[in-house]
């Protein structure tokens, strides 16, 4: 009996230990997965958007990802999409809690910085939120309306930050940009890396080509826990235009890229960023299955990414 007890007491206590390390450790959320325009896209009429227009539960926000510290209360998100009031509601679904303590950009392309407006007096009225952004993205939203107006109303605060130099988002949490190559109209273009506990989450949602970048992904993948990357369409010919006008690295030619490494590495890969017109967006797909057949995961909304 007493052996009995003990054992109870035992299993109590890891059971605990596990809560409250589930509860205190800093862990990222996906809140949306989808290309710019969400899905399904405006104005589509076309079979990829059919029953996502006919069912809401199968539409899905732009990409954006969350970055969450237990400890502190504190929550970050990466991109403001135009989607982000449903997913502020969502964070706050997992966290009880829908303050931001700041924004990180990536880029000045529609789906992942128009969001802002909400900080704005039209809407919330923010007091001084930290927006993190690089020095063009900067000069950007300093110089064009209506951003300007957020910052001469210090709804937000712009801190500038640097590629390939870590900054701290607080103690437990490390942020490190690195600029990517994307058609950078009105700013530079950067993925992020989030290093928690020694282990580190890569987030790529927009890039013209791998082998245009001077940085292997490849290798890149290899020293990093989670890659989150892009995937906005699934193979050459998915829209009727040229799609070399728009560069992305299709997932056809990822897959066959990321083929050789090993296993493990090819389950830290978590595609991303799916235009309206991906397959990878329709539930039970064969282009899912074949994805998940050859070891690699797709990036789903409300998704929790443990450090």
């Not at 880029?107 to 809407?123: C, D, P, R, S």
């Not at 826990?225 to 010919?237: H, I, K, M, P, Q």
Request: proline share 4%; aromatic share 10%; net charge neutral.
């Amino acid at each position: 009996m007493k052996k009995l007890i003990y054992l109870i007491i035992i299993i109590s206590f890891a059971c605990n230990q596990s809560k409250d390390q589930t509860q205190t450790a800093p862990f990222a959320m996906v809140l949306g997965v989808a290309q710019d325009a969400g899905y399904p896209q405006m104005s589509c009429k076309k079979k990829c958007c059919e029953d996502a227009w006919k069912n809401p539960e199968l539409q899905k926000t732009t990409s954006c990802l969350a970055i969450i510290d237990p400890i502190s209360k504190q929550q970050w998100i990466i991109d403001a999409t135009p989607n982000i009031k449903e997913q502020l509601y969502l964070l706050k679904q997992n966290t009880g809690n829908e303050k931001l303590d700041g924004i990180l950009l990536t880029h000045a392309h529609i789906g992942h910085y128009t969001g802002l407006m909400h900080f704005g007096k039209e809407v919330m009225g923010t007091n001084n939120l930290s927006v993190y952004a690089m020095p063009k993205m900067n000069f950007f939203l300093k110089n064009n309306g209506p951003w300007s107006q957020l910052v001469k109303l210090e709804n937000i605060k712009l801190r500038v930050i640097e590629s390939d130099s870590i900054f701290n988002l607080n103690e437990r949490i490390k942020i490190k940009p690195f600029l990517v190559p994307h058609r950078d109209e009105f700013s530079e273009t950067v993925g992020y890396e989030i290093i928690i506990n020694n282990k580190s989450l890569i987030f790529i949602p927009d890039i013209d080509k791998w082998e245009t970048w001077e940085t292997s992904i490849t290798e890149l993948i290899k020293k990093v826990d989670y890659a989150f990357l892009d995937a906005t369409f699934y193979e050459n010919g998915e829209l009727a235009r040229d799609m070399s006008e728009i560069p992305h690295p299709f997932v056809e030619e990822s897959m066959e890229l990321f083929s050789k490494l090993s296993k493990n590495d090819k389950q830290k890969i978590h595609f991303i960023h799916f235009n309206h017109t991906n397959p990878l967006l329709q539930e039970g797909h064969n282009a899912q299955k074949e994805v998940l057949k050859k070891g690699f995961n797709l990036a789903k909304e409300g998704q929790i990414i443990k450090f």
